[in-house]
C-alpha cells in the first residue's frame, strides 16, 4: 500500500502558486496513474486504484497548508496506512526552482504543512519530495513570495521538476525508496 500526498492551499487563486506546487505533481500523478480524485474524506480529495498489483492512494488536504495534519493523520488512522509507506511532496524555499531533494526523515524547515504533519503523526521519519521553488531574490516577504507564480524563465525546470516528481513517485510503488532518491535527488 501506498499514499502519495501533496500539500497545498484549496481553491483557484492559489492554483499555480509556488506553495501549491505539491498539488500540482499530485495531480500529474493521478492522471499518469489513470487515478480519479474524486472522493473526500477527513477534508481532503482522493483517489484509490491498484497499480502493479500495489494499493494506491492519492490524496490533497483541502485544509489550508498549515492544517495539512488535521487531514493526513486521520485519513492514514482510517485506511491503516502505515508512516513507511507514505511519500508527501511539497515546496521548499532553500532549493532552486525545479530541484528536487528526496529525504526519508527531517524537521520541518519552517514549512508549517510539514510542521503540522509532524504534530498529527508524532513523526518527522516520513518519505519527502522537497520540490525547489527558490527564495525572493528582493525584498518580497516569504509569505507573499511563495504565493506567487513561477516566472518564465523559471517555468521549464519547474515542468522537469514536475515529471521527475511523478516518475520518482511512480518508482516508489515498484522499489525501495533509497533506489528512488538515489536516481531522483538532484
Known sequence: ???????????????????NIGFEVIDKLADSLNIQMQQTKFKGLYGTGIVGGEKVFILKP???MNLSGECIGPFMDYFQIPVEDILVVY??????????RLRTKGSAGGHNGIKSMI?????????RIRFGIGRPTNQQPVPDFVLNRFSKE???DVESGIERSVKACEAFIETTFDKVMNKFNG
Request: net charge negative; no cysteine; glycine share 14%.
Open 119 to 127: 504534530a498529527h503523526l508524532g513523526t518527522q521519519e516520513f518519505k
Open 91 to 100: 515546496d521548499d524555499l532553500d532549493t532552486l526552482p525545479g530541484k528536487l
Open 62 to 64: 483541502l485544509t489550508y
Open 154 to 156: 523559471e517555468q521549464i
Open 1 to 19: 500500500m501506498k499514499l502519495f500526498i501533496g500539500l497545498g492551499n484549496p481553491g483557484s487563486r492559489f492554483d499555480g502558486t509556488r506553495h
